[in-house]
C-alpha cells in the first residue's frame, strides 16, 4: 500500500524554527517528485515547495522562499521541510504529495499541525 | 502572479447536475492540464479528475473534466449528485515560473 506519513508539527514561537518529515513507503521513493502542500485553518490548498526525484532541482513558493528548505533521502524514503523564521501565517496543516503521472498529486499524506503562536 | 478563481459555493439537490468553474487570471488555461480534487472535512485531498478530463480509477463516471478556452476557465461537472459529494473542490495547475497553482475552493452543498 503506498502511505506517506508526515510528523513533526508543533506549538512554536513566531521567530522559531521548525523540521518537518514525510515517511514514504509502498512505492520507489527515489523514482518520484514530490511537494509540500499547506492548509490553513479554514482556508484553501497553498502550494509550498517542490523537489525532483534526484533533489537536483528545487522550487519554492514565493512566501516561504529565503525561510523555507526542501530535502530528501532517498535512503531512508523521507522528504523533510526546514522552517526557519516561521511566522504566524505559517500555521496550517501540511502535506507531503507525490508527483503521479502527468503532474497529479497523488497520494496525500494525513497532514501535520504546525502552529506559530506566542 | 497567474492565479485560479473559483465560485466560493454551490449548492444543489440529490440527483442533480453541477458545474464548478475554475477561471486563469492570464495566458491560456489550456496550456498546462487543470486537476481537481475533492477534499471531505477532516480529511486530505484526493484526485477527481486530472489531464483536464480524465478520471483516476474508483472515481464515477458521473465526474467530468473540460476546458473552454473562450473563457479561459475549466470546469468539473458533477452529475446525478449524491449526499457523499459534499466536500470542497480545488482546481490546481501549474504556471510559467515553475509554481503549482490552486484556486481558492469551492464548498459543495448536497441538499
Known amino acids: 500500500e503506498v502511505q506517506l506519513v508526515e510528523s513533526g508539527g508543533n506549538l512554536v514561537q513566531p521567530g522559531g524554527s521548525l523540521r518537518l518529515s514525510c515517511a514514504a513507503s509502498g512505492f520507489t521513493f527515489s523514482s518520484y517528485e514530490m511537494n509540500w502542500v499547506r492548509q490553513a485553518p479554514g482556508k484553501g490548498l497553498e502550494w509550498v515547495s517542490y523537489?525532483?526525484?534526484?533533489?537536483?532541482?528545487?522550487y519554492y513558493a514565493d512566501s516561504v522562499k529565503g525561510r523555507f528548505t526542501i530535502s530528501r533521502d532517498n535512503a531512508k524514503n523521507s522528504l523533510y521541510l526546514q522552517m526557519n523564521s516561521l511566522r504566524a501565517e505559517d500555521t496550517a496543516v501540511y502535506y507531503c504529495?507525490?508527483?503521479?503521472?502527468?503532474?497529479?498529486?497523488?497520494?496525500w499524506g494525513q497532514g501535520t499541525l504546525v502552529t506559530v503562536s506566542s | 502572479n497567474f492565479m485560479l478563481t473559483q465560485p466560493h459555493s454551490v449548492s444543489e439537490s440529490p440527483g442533480k447536475t453541477v458545474t464548478i468553474s475554475c477561471t486563469g487570471s492570464?495566458?491560456?488555461?489550456?496550456?498546462?492540464?487543470v486537476r481537481w480534487y475533492q477534499q471531505r472535512p477532516g480529511s486530505a485531498p484526493t484526485t477527481v479528475i486530472y489531464e483536464d478530463n480524465q478520471r483516476p480509477s474508483g472515481v464515477p463516471d458521473r465526474f467530468s473534466g473540460s476546458i473552454d478556452s473562450s473563457s479561459n476557465s475549466a470546469s468539473l461537472t458533477i452529475s446525478g449528485l449524491k449526499t457523499e459529494d459534499e466536500a470542497d473542490y480545488y482546481c490546481q495547475s501549474y504556471d510559467s515560473h515553475n509554481h503549482w497553482v490552486f484556486g481558492g475552493g469551492t464548498k459543495l452543498t448536497v441538499l
Open positions: 492570464s495566458g491560456s488555461i489550456a496550456s498546462n492540464y
Open positions: 504529495t507525490t508527483i503521479y503521472g502527468s503532474g497529479r498529486f497523488d497520494p
Open positions: 523537489i525532483s526525484s534526484s533533489g537536483n532541482t528545487i
